[in-house]
């Protein structure tokens, strides 16, 4: 029943990861998208902790789904949300401790990730298992492939390296600007337009394919 | 003398040098959506200062009874059901678990307050209360009083001023910021902006400006640092 009233579960995957891309579509998760994409490796950890919670959560919502109250629902996600946000953090700092040192506080800050919560909210609360977890890792990867663009030209750029590799020649001068804070404001601002340019091109080439 | 000096600095590092917004990314969720216009950007300052305040103060409260390893009232719990032993109880699990059960309740706590006794400033607030739940700036707040003081012990350790003022000027550079930038998106509608940079796409970038300017602060703690011996 709910299937017919909602897009179906591989509908809801490739939404997530493109049509419906949680950064450059619906500007959730902005502070782990800004401050862990200096570099790639740090991105990707980021989007996989994000990836583990997102999944979890919405799989361990739609379980309760028919136990929730309405009025308790947020605190009931957001409490959820902090258990694996625990596990996860425990996990990083046992096993990738550098890593955990590097992204420091943005951690734990994935409890607040506005993403994780409104996937629950519009998403895992009202649909069966499978479609929630289809539906977390649709949008898990379009977090993933949205982080890596930025990283990508914040890192290329910054420090004229790709994952450590170096693939600018040495004589690149470094531009500082773009691995500290200004740079991830610059980055994300220019990369959403070119995104809403490119959104609006091709509306704009389906409106004439259907009007020919 | 030195505590004050040390007050001062808090203050000035965490409201200007290490803006929450501009240096540490967070609240931007609320810095592009509320800043459209000056009056709306100031509430929303105002009632995130607010709550950042209360909110600190519970956290540190509960960091440094309950839940650092070895706090007192912790210790006393162990001690009164199992006398004998003399293990260190570190709660330090259930710190993020906590924090935003604390942060929760003290946002309803605010509202329900609110409400009841002050319905013009409740008015002017409005839908922006409830939101503050999830604005990541208070999380940020409480887990940077943990990092000073779970565990850290001596003089380095944070007492209860110093964590309030940590807060205190959070919020108020989260203020400084959003209606910096509500003045300037104000202006910024009587430009002719390209179609796909409108709204996020010109305010981020006009964010990285602003995060340029701030960072001509770096520094300015040492030479006040320097200046206050």
Known sequence: MAQQDGPTPLERFINGILPENPVYRQLLGMCPTLAVTNGMKAAMTMSAAVAFVLICANIVTSLIRGLLKPHLRILVFTLTIATFVTIADRFLAAYMYQMSKQLGPYVPLIIVNCIIICRCEVCASKQPVFTAASDAVGQSLGFALALAS????????????????RVLPEMWPDWVIMVLPPGAFLTLGLLLGTANWIGSLRAKGSQTSQEG | MEYLSSLILIAVGAAIINNFVLHYFVGVCPFIGVSRRVDMAFGMGCAVTFVITIAAFLSWVFTAFVLQPGAPLTAWVWQTFSPASDVTVDLSILNYIVYIFVIASSVQFVEMYLRKFFPPLYKSFGVYLPLITTNCAILFACLMIMKYV????????WDLGKALTLAIFGGVGFTIAIVMMAGIREELDHCDVPVPMRGAGITLIVAGILAMAFMGFTGVDRALANLMK
């Open chain 2, 150 to 157: 779970s565990g850290v012990t001596g003089p380095e350790a």
């Open chain 1, 150 to 165: 930025i990283a990508t030209v914040r890192e290329i750029l910054g420090s004229g390296t790709w994952f450590g590799l």
